[in-house]
């Protein structure tokens, strides 16, 4: 299981960096995470959707979706208006929409801790589409107007809220976080990844084009940590909110498309609500 991890790492993180360098990486980019928020999105029905339904609606919800994103790309590559009017909607009405739903609906959903509840839900079924499409969007858009290497140092603070988290956890966690949820999550280990989301921000601010400098230049360095450490319980949500999901329906991954990994939903479940968080705190798309 291990040697299987390890090479489907190794390949996903040699695709991305192909798609972020050379000449035309916008396009491939862009298309990369079109391909991954389409298998996410189906990955989240399928926890959520009744299964008399799933296999079809699933597939027909996911399809839809990247043929949006497909049409975003073109728009946005090519300066047309209806990409204009786009980034518009997006901005001003899905990024503070979807990251409210994602701090008080979510959160709210994971303190409760209703891990017994029917899997069949109807408003997170809903609120899939959204959720996915926008950070999606606010990545794509960071990506154009920012740079490949912003989004990569804003990705990185995922990982390492989760690394630290992680090997925190092993070594000195005790106390349960939720229990209900998530029985291997622990509270020391939950302190490490906000306390290494705050730190990520700060180194990463010495280098020009980070997220880390965009944050302290909009907010000020004191802000800016305590934005990084939201940042870090909004990243640990997203991952007790999928587990949630997850023990609902009785299921240990959301598909099995990643070897060794999961699904693609397992592996960016934390990047789904820090996205939109991070576009507010930082104030680059607005």
């Known amino acids: 299981?291990?040697?299987?991890?390890?090479?489907?790492?190794?390949?996903?993180?040699?695709?991305?960096?192909?798609?972020?360098?050379?000449?035309?990486?916008?396009?491939?980019?862009?298309?990369?995470?079109?391909?991954?928020?389409?298998?996410?999105?189906?990955e989240w029905l399928r926890l959520t959707v009744?299964?008399?339904l799933s296999r079809v609606l699933t597939v027909v919800v996911a399809?839809?979706?990247?043929?949006?994103?497909?049409?975003?790309?073109?728009?946005?590559?090519?300066?047309?208006?209806?990409?204009?009017?786009?980034?518009?909607?997006?901005?001003?009405?899905?990024?503070?929409?979807?990251?409210?739903?994602?701090?008080i609906g979510a959160t709210s959903a994971v303190v409760r801790g209703r891990s017994g509840a029917s899997p069949v839900s109807v408003p997170w079924s809903l609120f899939s589409v959204p959720a996915v499409f926008t950070a999606w969007a606010v990545l794509v858009l960071a990506f154009m107007t920012q740079g490949a290497w912003f989004v990569v140092s804003l990705l990185a603070l995922v990982w390492v809220a989760d690394i630290a988290a992680y090997f925190a956890g092993r070594a000195f966690g005790k106390r349960k976080l939720a229990p209900k949820v998530s029985p291997g999550k622990t509270i020391a280990g939950a302190?490490?990844?906000?306390?290494?989301?705050?730190?990520?921000?700060?180194?990463s601010s010495f280098w020009d084009g980070s997220f880390g400098r965009a944050l302290i230049a909009h907010l000020s360095l004191?802000?800016?940590?305590?934005?990084?450490?939201?940042?870090?319980?909004?990243?640990?949500?997203?991952d007790l909110?999928?587990?949630?999901?997850?023990?609902?329906?009785?299921?240990?991954?959301?598909?099995?498309?990643?070897p060794g990994h999961g699904g693609v939903y397992d592996r960016i479940d934390a990047i789904l609500p820090v996205a939109p968080v991070a576009m507010l705190l930082s104030g680059v798309l607005s």
Do not use: Y
Not at 12 to 17: D, E, S, T, Y
Not at 249 to 257: E, H, I, T, V
């Open 50 to 52: 009744a299964p008399a």
């Open 63 to 103: 399809g839809l979706l990247f043929a949006v994103m497909a049409v975003a790309i073109w728009a946005w590559l090519n300066n047309a208006p209806a990409g204009v009017t786009l980034r518009h909607v997006v901005v001003q009405l899905l990024v503070p929409v979807v990251a409210a739903i994602w701090v």
């Open 191 to 203: 302190v490490a990844g906000i306390l290494g989301a705050v730190v990520w921000v700060w180194i």
């Open 1 to 42: 299981m291990l040697v299987q991890r390890v090479i489907t790492a190794v390949v996903l993180l040699a695709v991305l960096a192909l798609t972020l360098v050379g000449e035309g990486s916008p396009w491939r980019f862009m298309a990369l995470l079109a391909v991954g928020a389409a298998c996410a999105c189906w």
């Open 222 to 238: 004191p802000l800016a940590l305590l934005a990084a450490a939201l940042l870090g319980i909004v990243s640990i949500i997203g």
């Open 241 to 258: 909110f999928e587990s949630l999901l997850k023990r609902r329906a009785g299921r240990k991954d959301s598909s099995a498309l990643l």
